[in-house]
């Protein structure tokens, strides 16, 4: 009579992973991988835009400033009210800069001779979006 040794004929239960486990794992890996990629995308994308705002700054201040130096050396380059400067485009970024009375606080209001309001506008596209950053400030003559 022969016997057979059952406990050798039967399978173990492998050690390593099942399929299930490993596809699961790999779903886990590439949810990782896209929020990462998105997050880096935006992280690019955010950094064009600061670039953008940073030039248009840098842009407005020498703009105001060339204009306050303007003034001091010549009063007679005092800008009308409701009067433009030509646009100026640099890197591109385009600068309109418009001049309005300066209205006082004294009641009836009243304007202001020797001030005017400028707003400073910076007009680009970044990203494939335009983009748009304002500033309002005064500039003065005899003071």
Known sequence: ???FNTAHTRL???SGFSLVEVIIALLILALFIVIFLRSETQKWLNLGRTKYQNAAIELIQN???GKRAAIRANPTAFPNPNTTDPAITQNGITL???YFAA???QTPPDTLPNVRRVKLTATWTANG???TLSVETYVARGF
Do not use: F, L
Request: hydrophobic share 35%; no cysteine.
């Open 1 to 3: 009579m022969i016997h």
């Open 12 to 14: 173990r239960a492998s």
């Open 63 to 65: 703009k105001i400033e």
């Open 96 to 98: 309109s800069t418009a």
């Open 103 to 105: 209205i006082g606080k």
């Open 129 to 131: 979006k335009p983009d």
